[in-house]
């Protein structure tokens, strides 16, 4: 499987990653268990799943961390979540409730999508849920204007 803009995982699987990219990159599947209140057996399974795609890799009893593929990804995955957050406070949303719907619907914005609007909000640096990194295909498009 390629994975190019987050379209192509569960949306289960985009939430763990961020996760794991918010806890500074290494976790235990005990940690996730916790977090997202699934059976231990279900994480790993869906670990191992992941580790196939190469975004993370998985030690029994050591942890799971990203790779650097993940550790991008993950970074890409968290500017989407903000920079569509920020977008509907634009809208009237709360904070609270910009992060909720964003949540709702994230999983199916194209990165395409994402870098546009990011670039016709200027490129912000600070979003509702914490600081908004930008990449070399976000930084490639002016702000519309």
Do not use: N, W
């Not at 268990?33 to 795609?53: N, Q, R």
């Not at 920020?86 to 964003?102: K, W």
């Not at 990165?111 to 295909?137: L, N, S």
Request: aromatic share 6%; charged share 25%.
């Amino acid at each position: 499987m390629e994975i190019s803009d987050g379209r192509e995982l569960s949306a289960q699987k985009v939430r763990y990653l961020k996760f794991i990219a918010e806890k500074g990159g290494r976790v235990r599947t005990t940690d996730l268990a916790g977090e997202f209140g699934v059976d231990p057996s279900t994480i790993t399974k869906t670990i191992a799943e992941l580790a196939k795609t190469g975004l993370l890799s998985h030690e029994p009893y050591h942890g799971i961390c990203l790779t650097a593929e993940g550790q991008r990804y993950a970074r890409y995955l968290v500017k989407r979540h903000r920079i569509l957050s920020l977008m509907l406070t634009h809208y009237g949303f709360s904070h609270e409730q910009a992060c909720e719907e964003a949540k709702r619907f994230e999983s199916y914005v194209s990165k395409d999508a994402v870098d546009r609007i990011c670039a016709a909000m200027g490129h912000p640096g600070q979003g509702v849920c914490g600081e908004i990194t930008h990449d070399d295909g976000c930084l490639a498009r002016e702000p519309a204007g």
